[in-house]
């Protein structure tokens, strides 16, 4: 049985924070968003934040934390990278099935690895 006193609450929730910054960063044009956006099929930005979206976005890094949090509490770190590595595998296969550009397919599951490299390091940090 999984106790969720068990976990690092403060590790999850910075991680959980931290990769959705780096999203917002990462996928603006400072940094790949205008190879994003191209290689999207021209997608461009909406006029207001889509809430929806972020949303779902920021329950789905909260997902992602929490298992990275569970494997760190469990020492199966190993897991984390799995599911890590599947996420991004996941959402590459989807864009590639969309007909995204190769880079912009690097951009969408390049941001799953680094977020989860961050999520690992608050494990360890905090």
């Known amino acids: 049985m999984i106790e969720v006193t068990a976990l690092n609450w403060p590790a999850v929730i910075a991680g959980t924070i931290a990769a959705f910054l780096l999203g917002m960063i990462w996928f603006s044009s400072m940094l790949f968003g205008k190879a994003w956006s191209t290689g999207s099929h021209n ?6 934040p889509p809430v929806a979206a972020m949303v779902v976005q920021f329950a789905g890094t909260f997902a992602l934390a929490l298992v990275i949090g569970l494997t760190e509490t469990y020492q199966a770190i190993g897991a984390a990278l799995a599911a890590i590595i599947a ?3 996941l959402v590459a296969g989807m864009d590639l099935f969309s007909q995204k550009t190769g880079k912009a397919t690097l951009v969408d599951a390049g941001y799953i690895v680094a977020a989860g490299v961050l999520m690992i390091a608050a494990q360890a940090l905090l």
């Open 43 to 48: 997608i461009e930005p909406p006029a207001s």
């Open 87 to 89: 996420t991004a595998l």
